[in-house]
């Protein structure tokens, strides 16, 4: 039987010299290595205990990798700049004693970040263990989750703080056109769609506390199956629907378009008659978007395995995801007269015949 560690385990990653050479072997570079050392000299000097082992929650080349000491364990985190990195502290650090469902910090040295570790079970791996009820139950859990966060940020003197985000227009036109890099990655004409005019209907005021990339991947449950959300670099204020439109738009969210809305309607602190609407436009282009990610690393690197996809929070890149992300996309498009003409196109996108290779 597949236990949650199953479906997290860890990449090793060295600490000392002894091991890099065979790192370096398995496939990491000598980078890799000395941040390992760099991490492990970093945590015994924070907290006063021995390092037994560092590993890589989502392979050797992501950003986060999980300090073992003997009894305990803590993420260690960078940030592609200075700048991301310190947003994430400042969020983290206002968050402390808040009862957010986001990680502790604890401490930032030499450009790393230390925080507790939410634990191994991610939200995706297990949303596909649950019955179809119980993913209707813990979907419900998940957006009151990312609610709490909402309430306690715009209740906080932090929230001055917070800047809009994804308000300009140049942003705007090129997120509403994922559906022309798609068919241009295809091969396939492009669908009449009027791009601008969905730009334009993707203006919302920037009032709300947003998470932004709010994917299954960047959630974890706790022993008591409660959702911590992990990954703070990239938050702002806008509309409010974003977060969820990035959940239920994902590849990995289980849970058909009517029954997602129905679920965020049940949870919503906004008006729901005037957010559904901009949680399916939103939600469209979120999915729109990983199909274009989908396409361009099957097209590199051919399929992986839905599981290790899970495993690693990598791009789902399996045969298994693709209809039902193709036409969740369809459902939310037909619900807008202005994307109505899209929803047979992203059906059609899951013909197995547009996803041979040349070989096949």
């Known amino acids: 039987m597949q236990t949650a560690e199953d479906d997290m385990k860890d990449v090793a990653m060295p600490t000392d010299s002894n091991h890099a050479e065979k790192l370096h072997a398995d496939g990491a570079d000598s980078g890799s290595d000395r941040s390992a050392e760099k991490i492990a000299r970093l945590a015994e000097r924070i907290f006063g205990e021995t390092v037994v082992k560092i590993t890589a929650p989502g392979g050797k080349t992501r950003d986060s990798v999980r300090v073992h000491f003997e009894d305990r364990t803590v993420i260690a985190s960078r940030r592609g700049t200075p700048d991301r990195l310190q947003r994430e ?53 998940v957006f009151e989750s990312l609610w709490q966060i909402k309430d306690i940020v715009g209740g906080s003197d932090f929230f001055n703080e917070v800047k809009p985000i994804a308000t300009a227009n140049e942003w705007l036109v090129r997120f509403a056109r994922q559906t022309d890099h798609i068919a241009k990655a295809f091969g396939i004409p492009a669908p009449d769609y009027d791009a601008a005019a969905m730009a334009q209907k993707l203006r919302l005021p920037a009032r709300i506390f947003v998470k932004w990339d709010a994917r299954p991947g960047n959630a974890a449950l706790d022993a008591n199956f409660q959702t911590h959300w992990f990954d703070w670099e990239d938050y702002g204020r806008r509309g409010g629907v974003e977060d969820f439109a990035f959940l239920i738009g994902d590849e990995f969210w289980p849970i058909d378009a009517e029954t997602s809305l129905k679920l965020f309607g049940g949870s919503s602190r906004l008006r729901v008659d005037a957010a559904l609407p901009q949680l399916a436009r939103f939600a469209m282009l979120c999915a729109a978007q990983r199909l274009r990610y989908i396409r361009k690393q099957w097209g590199e690197h051919g399929w992986i395995s839905e599981g290790l996809a899970k495993r690693y929070d990598r791009i789902g890149g399996a045969k298994s995801l693709i209809g039902p992300l193709c036409n969740r996309a369809a459902d939310f498009a037909e619900l807008d007269p202005a994307s109505r003409g899209l929803g047979p196109w992203f059906r059609d996108l899951a013909d197995p015949t547009l996803w041979q290779t040349p070989e096949t």
């Not at 179809?132 to 979907?139: T, V």
């Open 89 to 141: 502290v400042a969020f983290l650090t206002n968050m402390a004693g808040s009862g957010a469902p986001v990680p502790e910090f604890l401490a930032l040295d030499e450009n790393i970040l230390f925080q507790s570790d939410l634990g191994m079970t991610r939200l995706t791996a297990e949303m596909s263990r649950r019955s179809e009820s119980d993913q209707k139950a813990l979907a419900a859990q």
